[in-house]
């Protein structure tokens, strides 16, 4: 196996990224972290209230974890720039993971905007994770665009259906040559293993971890299907066959009793 | 009268006092005056003017 991931100029030993989104409370976060592995974690910008309780989530992220700031509440790439904006004054940070929507049904990204907003914050020297629905066009225009990888979604956001969309992320994971992380709709271990299989280069899970009964246990659970996957898919997957072959070797001493 | 995120209050004068009074953190947040940024150097010598519309943004959980 590969010793690291490399990426936005950082050697990660994890393809785990976690998002911190619905988490019972951010005082699980030191641990998903130390126990799982994750290096990369996401984060979203929101009018904040100090008479509301008001917990830093930077409080509880440790040290030398990526903050990955995602623009989620943006319906336009002019709002995801400022958000971006945003994320980089709050704290030194230029990973932004572009999330524009204006469904809010189904949450599909506009493919069009995240674009355009791609092309603007990745000339500005951010790393820009653009959060896409899968469409190989799309993301050939983000590679052109300079982002730093394409997140195609498996499937809805916080449906768990896994990767319902995997015959249009195959042909980008085959065509586009920077990194694809699948983003969205992975909720079981396997699928976050079916998804390495298939050569994504890493995978964000939210839903899937945070509103687990145990989510310190359920990002271990993933991170083990994570290096399994990556695991196999390095060392090569074997192809299917129509029928069968059998694994003990074939003898005909049976013949003569 | 100004808005802090939305809500109406009487003019603090200045960014520190503002951030006091309504106990909100130093580190962590970004405060938007009428839609712009605000940087954080600019907090000292920013005068607060009567319908400023204020936002202070931080991270919370997100995917």
């Known amino acids: 196996m590969k010793k690291y991931f490399e990426i936005g100029g950082k050697k990660l030993k994890s393809r785990l990224f976690i998002g911190t989104g619905k988490l019972p409370s951010y005082k699980l976060i030191p641990e998903i972290v130390k126990k799982s592995g994750t290096e990369v974690l996401t984060v979203a910008v929101r009018k904040i209230d100090p008479q509301a309780k008001y917990e830093n ?3 509880y992220i440790p040290k030398n974890t990526i903050v990955m700031v995602n623009t989620s509440g943006a319906r336009n790439a002019k709002e995801a720039i400022k958000i971006a904006e945003i994320g980089s004054e709050i704290m030194k940070t230029d990973w932004i993971k572009i999330e524009i929507e204006v469904d809010s049904k189904y949450l599909l990204p506009d493919n069009e905007e995240t674009i355009k907003a791609t092309a603007y914050l990745a000339k500005k020297g951010y790393k820009v994770f653009p959060y896409i629905s ?3 066009i799309t993301a050939r225009k983000l590679v052109d665009s300079g982002a730093i990888a394409v997140m195609p979604l498996g ?3 916080g449906t768990n259906k896994g990767l319902a969309a995997k015959f249009l992320i195959e042909p980008i994971i085959r065509e586009i040559e920077i990194p694809i ?3 969205a709709g992975i909720g079981r271990p396997s699928h976050a293993a079916k998804a390495m299989e298939m ?3 890493a995978i964000l899970v939210n839903t899937a971890i945070a509103i687990s009964n145990d989510p310190v246990k359920m990002a271990v659970a993933l991170a083990q299907a994570v290096k ?3 695991t196999a898919y390095e060392i090569g997957i074997l192809k299917e066959s129509e029928f069968a072959n ?3 070797p074939i003898s005909k001493f049976l013949k003569n009793i | 009268m100004i808005t802090i995120n939305d809500k109406k209050v009487n003019n603090p004068k200045s960014i520190f006092e503002l951030l006091k009074k309504y106990s ?4 962590g947040i970004c405060i938007l005056v009428n839609g712009k940024i605000l940087k954080k150097d600019q907090w000292k010598k920013y005068r607060i003017k009567d319908g400023d519309k204020i936002e202070i943004v931080g991270f919370v959980g997100g995917g």
């Open chain 1, 57 to 59: 989530i930077i409080d």
């Open chain 1, 134 to 136: 899968p469409d190989l």
């Open chain 1, 155 to 157: 499937s809805f956001i």
């Open chain 1, 181 to 183: 992380i699948i983003d």
């Open chain 1, 199 to 201: 050569g994504a280069d």
């Open chain 1, 228 to 230: 399994a996957g990556r």
């Open chain 1, 246 to 248: 059998p694994s003990s």
């Open chain 2, 24 to 27: 909100y953190p130093h580190q």
